[in-house]
């Protein structure tokens, strides 16, 4: 097991239920059985606020503690060219996440085998920020 993936795993400030959201999604893998449940707050097309539950595996879990960290205060639309860019790196165009320097700990070719895993997250907040 990579230490730092668990590091990451454990930076859970967003592992949380926002009562007061605005916008929810809910997604289960179904290779893995992997469930994550995210609850935004969005005002004026920005993220206010991030919390996500879920019953998952390590790497989904740092997944959705990185995307929650990079998602606060960013525009939707921000948000969904992260998606975009995140889906392009496991289909082979690894410098698409370069830009986004927080996601390297966690976008190695390595960890290709656990891509649905890691972008269990990201298609959840894609289904709300395409909205």
């Known amino acids: 097991m990579d230490l730092e993936i668990l590091k990451i795993a454990s930076e859970n400030n967003s592992n949380k239920c926002l009562k007061d959201h605005t916008h929810q999604s809910k997604?289960?893998?179904p290779l893995c059985g992997d469930?994550?449940?995210i609850n935004l707050i969005i005002k004026d097309n920005?993220?206010?606020d991030f919390g996500y539950e879920g019953k998952s595996c390590?790497?989904?879990q740092a997944s959705a503690s990185?995307?929650?960290q990079i998602s606060i205060n960013k525009k939707k639309s921000k948000i969904k060219e992260?998606?975009?860019d995140a889906k392009s790196f496991f289909e082979g165009n690894l410098k698409t996440m370069n830009k986004w320097k927080?996601?390297?700990k966690l976008f190695k070719k390595k960890n290709q085998p656990r891509k649905e895993c890691i972008l269990l997250p990201f298609k959840a907040?894609?289904?709300i920020v395409s909205l």
């Open 102 to 104: 927080i996601m390297s």
């Open 82 to 84: 992260l998606c975009d």
């Open 46 to 48: 920005k993220i206010i």
């Open 58 to 60: 390590i790497y989904c």
């Open 125 to 127: 907040i894609k289904k």
């Open 66 to 68: 990185l995307l929650s």
């Open 27 to 29: 997604l289960k893998n």
């Open 35 to 37: 469930e994550i449940k």
